[in-house]
């Protein structure tokens, strides 16, 4: 039921996106700034996130890196990889990039066969590396704004921060991803929301000590999340294609990190 309760949340976040993105013309932040014109409700919803996170995934992603041998963290991620291989080829040869679309279809095809359902990186043995892109980043690529400049900055209910531009990102990539549909039309959306889940603990247990260090070492925690998010962001933008190694992977992708990572 919380999952479920994630993904509707998730869903609802879109509509405050996109109301969001109209004031995307009326208004710009200074130069270095992040604009945020809807900061005393951003900061409430902040507030409830990192409530949620302290209480429920936080303690959850704690018990699964301490407890959950190496290889089956390893075997989960590469599978949640796996599944999202096909959003990512398809943001990929809107970018204009056919070959690394390509790459990456035949790595979801590799990694779902020879890698039994993506457990194993085969592909990554064959030459074809993991790339990662969503459509958030695909209008950045579009856009002639510098990729600072998503639009107002917005934290989503239970999805965390975001603008304009990565919110609607949200509702494309969910409406175009093959899982979701699949699951959708066999009427087994339950694998959806396990789905969702396990990103969201996955994506947690590999930024415990990265959000501790941000929040200990900040004066105010919700704009050194803001700041980070914005920088992130249009560095991958900026990039394209290139898996960072950072340690605080603020990408989300489930996006269901409770306040603390996109």
């Known amino acids: 039921m919380f999952v479920r309760w994630v993904s509707g949340a998730r869903r609802g ?21 992040v604009w945020d014109p809807l900061e005393t ?3 409430f919803l902040f507030a409830i996130n990192k409530t949620l996170d302290t209480f429920i995934l936080r303690p959850v992603a704690v018990a699964y890196r301490d407890l959950t041998p190496n290889g089956v963290q390893r075997g989960t991620r590469n599978v949640l990889n796996n599944l999202g291989e096909p959003v990512t080829a398809v943001n990929e040869l809107a970018q204009g990039e056919g070959t690394r679309a390509a790459q990456t279809i035949a790595r979801f095809l590799i990694n779902s066969t020879l890698g039994l359902l993506g457990i194993f990186d085969v592909a990554k043995d064959f030459g074809l590396p993991h790339t990662k892109e969503d459509f958030g980043q695909t209008i950045g690529v579009w856009a002639k704004a ?7 900055y917005l934290v989503l209910p239970l999805a965390g921060p975001s603008n304009a531009r990565d919110a609607v990102g949200i509702l494309v990539d969910y409406l175009i991803d093959p899982f979701r549909i699949g699951t959708e ?21 590999r930024t415990l ?3 501790d260090d941000l929040e200990k070492n900040s004066v105010d925690y919700y704009s050194a999340v803001r700041s980070a998010y914005t920088q992130r962001r249009a560095a ?27």
């Open 209 to 211: 000590q990265a959000l």
């Open 41 to 43: 409700p951003n900061r």
């Open 146 to 152: 510098p990729p600072e400049d998503g639009g107002p």
């Open 13 to 33: 976040a879109v509509v405050l996106a996109l109301a969001g993105s109209l004031l995307g013309g009326c208004a710009t932040a200074e130069e270095g700034e």
């Open 185 to 205: 039309q066999l009427d087994v959306e339950w694998l959806l929301y396990a789905r969702s889940g396990m990103d969201a603990v996955d994506a947690r247990s």
């Open 236 to 262: 991958q933008i900026r990039q394209r294609g290139v898996v960072s190694t950072s340690s605080l992977p603020l990408d989300a992708p489930g996006r269901a990190e409770l306040g603390l990572a996109r």
